[in-house]
């Protein structure tokens, strides 16, 4: 079947409806959670350890890609240093990426993608949209585009 072919749904979120749906997505992944955001703030990642240690209690594979401290703001990169200690002491396998990373999304069980503007680990206050993409197919096509099978 080709991709024009495939059926799969999908949908829009803004910075108000994003977290609600990735939470609920977030809870069903039975076995992998790859999020890509640069920038990890305190805030807004602490509302997710709890649902982090919920996945890996469960077993499931939490991965964080993320920017290097060493290329933020000193401010930021004593935010991000600190969070990401806190999410290793979890668990959660944190892979760093140089050279101005700037992607942000996410790929649970290979099934659910969600790409857009909005840092996952950081949003507060900007304006963003994220797109939620229900397909095995563009999933593992993006996992693969972007070589994780390397890394992960």
């Known amino acids: 079947m080709s991709l024009s072919q495939a059926l799969f749904s999908t949908s ?3 910075e108000t ?20 955001s640069p920038f990890i703030a ?3 990642a602490g509302t997710l350890y709890s649902i982090f240690e919920r996945l890996i209690h469960r077993g499931v594979r939490v991965y964080v890609v993320t920017r290097d401290p060493r290329e933020h703001s000193e401010t930021m990169e ?21 050279g101005n990373h700037h992607r942000k999304l996410a790929i649970l069980d290979r099934q659910v993608l969600w790409e857009g503007s909005l840092n996952i680990l950081s949003q507060a206050k900007s304006r963003e949209i994220m797109r939620r993409i229900d397909s095995k ?11 994780f099978e390397n890394f992960l």
């Open 78 to 98: 004593e935010q991000s240093e600190a969070e990401i200690r806190r999410f290793e002491a979890l668990g959660v396998q944190v892979l760093l990426c140089t």
């Open 137 to 147: 197919e563009l999933a593992t096509e993006m996992f693969s585009f972007l070589k």
């Open 12 to 14: 829009l979120y803004d």
């Open 17 to 36: 409806t994003f977290y609600a749906q990735f939470r609920h997505d977030l809870l069903r992944s039975a076995s992998e959670v790859v999020i890509e």
């Open 42 to 44: 305190r805030e807004r």
